[in-house]
């Protein structure tokens, strides 16, 4: 049957941060606009994942009065720390001498899951109709070939494509623009990249797979308003990452890892090189007999300025992590993609009104201090390419003497499914057993991230070739999707004499991440939306 069609001025796929800045922008230009946000999320908030220490610049743009309207952005940073560390040492390195793009003095420690809450309701306010629960599952084309809006998840289908009771179809959505904000490697935006061709001449894209627990601690274990951050062990100096430590309020300690997902050796397990690193004896005095309440992991966008796609095409704009606009030296896109989502609804007026080509979009990010910022970071990540020594050294050449201004740009010369070594050229990593009090194993992990999926429904992480993962992937790689995916949803199981290896999905585990979609080296792995309010209910991640 043919679907419902909802007509609307601007369609926003996504309610982060850049979304919502977008919806809201959008408002205040022109409160006559008919906007819709559909979020994949049960809730606004529930599928929203970051360190996060935030820098208020977009937010003061958007919302000036958003100390005194309530916003949940309180606890200033007052006090930095940066560790080397080894397997029993570390090392203090002065603040002052850290570059000023990895300095937080002016920003705050906070929820970005409260703050999208929060940007929600003032988006509502201004009247734009946010659906939580309706996944945006499909592009509709118009015949010219340009976008003319998406379509929702059809519901009630079970595993293999059939309708059960209670099936709903989905809806088709049209608007003047479609605002594509769904965050890192959205589904849709990798399809439209392709489809257009907005990544050519570009960089390949880069990604890095971030973890973060909250921990209640103790009073004298908590220093609020401190922020942390440490390189060194667990990880090899080929392997890029670090950690960071932010004292949030509430006795609660944010701490997490970042691992990039350009590593090399298969048998490396993002999950558990996170967990041990919180038993150095430097992290460990900070957990001992404290309590986790939470867990979660997200894939992070890192090529930056080499990487950044097109961000307009015919009828749609790309904003925030879904094209890149995270700069990573800082290790923040929160600020960064709230911009780009001004800059969208300011575009986007512009298209309704005057008829201005969306182009235009391109030339405003350019002039705005996102570009800048994304361009004076342009060769941090790109020079770790030269082990972990070589660029902190080239990065404080960079950045502190240079500021970001040398005379050339780095390249990104692999895209992070092209770089694992094949068994037969690695070391296999052995890793210790969680003693379940300061490190723990995946299964404890999951049921802290309230992940749930409907059961019988379509499975969301879809094989091109099903045999593929046994035939190819675990002779070569020894399955490496049992060890990058950070809540166990890949498994090779073998009969009882350890022969007839099977690849099972347990997709009900899947927290969103994409690090599959991302890593794979076959590229075989697809993640598409699973049916509305799937996934995880992170709290105040």
Sequence with gaps: MPREIMEYDVIIVGAGPAGLSTAIKLKQLDSNLNI????????????????????????????????????????????????????????????????????????????????????????????????????????????????KGVATLDMGLDKDGNKKEGYEQGMELHAKVTVFAEGCRGHLGKELIKKYNLDKGKDPQQYGIGFKEIWEVSDNQHEEGLVMHTVGWPLDNSTYGGSFIYHAENKQIYIGYVIGLDYKNPYLSPFDEFQRFKTHKKIKKMLEGSKRVAYG?????????????????????????????????????????????????????????NKIDLSIYEVKFKKSWVYKELYEARNVKPSFSWGKMLGILFTGLDQIIFRGKLPFTLKHKHADHETLKSLDQIKKIEYPKPDGKISFDKTSSV??????????????????????????????????????????????QRDKNNLNPNFVINSQNCIHCKACDIKEPSQNITWVTPEGGGGPKYGNM
Aim: with cysteine.
């Design 36 to 147: 819709c946000i559909l979020e994949k999320g049960a809730e606004v908030g529930s599928h929203i994942l970051s360190g996060n220490v935030f820098e208020t610049k977009a937010l003061d743009e958007l919302l000036p009065d958003w100390k005194k309207d309530g916003a949940p952005v309180k606890v200033k940073v007052n006090k930095e720390r940066f560790l080397f560390l080894g397997k029993n040492k570390s090392l203090s390195w002065p603040t002052w001498l850290l570059p000023s793009v990895q300095k937080n003095h002016k920003n705050y420690i906070i929820s970005l899951a409260n703050l999208c809450r929060w940007l929600a309701e003032k988006a509502e306010k201004l009247g734009v109709e946010i659906f939580p629960g309706f996944p945006a599952s499909e592009i509709i084309y118009a015949k010219d070939g340009s976008v």
């Design 297 to 353: 992991a997200r894939a992070l966008i890192e090529g930056g300025f080499q990487s950044l796609p097109k961000m307009y095409m015919p009828g749609a704009l790309l904003v925030g992590c879904d094209a890149g606009t995270l700069n990573m030296p800082k290790i923040k896109g929160s600020h960064t993609a709230m911009k780009s989502g001004i800059i969208a609804a300011e575009t986007i007026v512009e298209n309704i009104k």
């Design 447 to 492: 049921y802290l991230t309230g992940t749930n999926h409907r059961e019988n429904q379509p499975v969301h992480l879809q094989l091109k070739d099903s045999n593929l993962p046994i035939s190819y992937t675990l002779e070569k790689y020894d399955e490496p999707a049992q060890r990058y995916c950070p809540v166990g949803v890949y498994e090779v």
